[in-house]
């Protein structure tokens, strides 16, 4: 028996829409517009080091950071034409050349100090 691989529009659900929490919530509570686009990643990884540095717990930020790296992966998805995977409850983007990204841990490696969302773009990208 062969197991079915999950279509982009399944497995996008959760993590398209964790991405736009954070989209409304940065506009609404922190007045920055997110646009989808690779420079607005710069932003949000000066947002997450400027928590980090606040000291605020990791317990009052992990929803927000999964928000971010959910849109850091759909500007993955938008810019090089990646497509969200989905197992065992984790979320990763696919590109094109094969490669698996994982912007949600990324996002928590920038709250730790140690990651980029807008390197890991870079990354994802080739460039």
Request: proline share 4%; glycine share 12%.
């Amino acid at each position: 028996m062969t197991t079915r691989q999950e279509s982009r529009p399944h497995a996008a659900a959760q993590p398209t829409r964790w991405a736009a929490d954070a989209v409304a919530t940065m506009r609404e509570g922190a007045r920055m517009r997110l646009d989808y686009s690779a420079r607005s990643l710069w932003r949000v990884d000066r947002m997450i080091e400027d928590i980090r540095r606040e000291g605020v717990p990791y317990a009052a930020v992990r929803n927000a950071l999964r928000g971010f790296g959910a849109y850091a992966g759909e500007v993955i998805v938008r810019q090089v034409g990646g497509e969200w995977w989905a197992t065992g409850g984790e979320h990763w983007i696919r590109t094109p050349d094969g490669r698996l990204w994982d912007p949600v841990d990324e996002a928590r490696r920038c709250f730790g100090g140690h990651g980029s969302l807008r390197l890991l773009c870079r990354d994802a990208g080739g460039a």
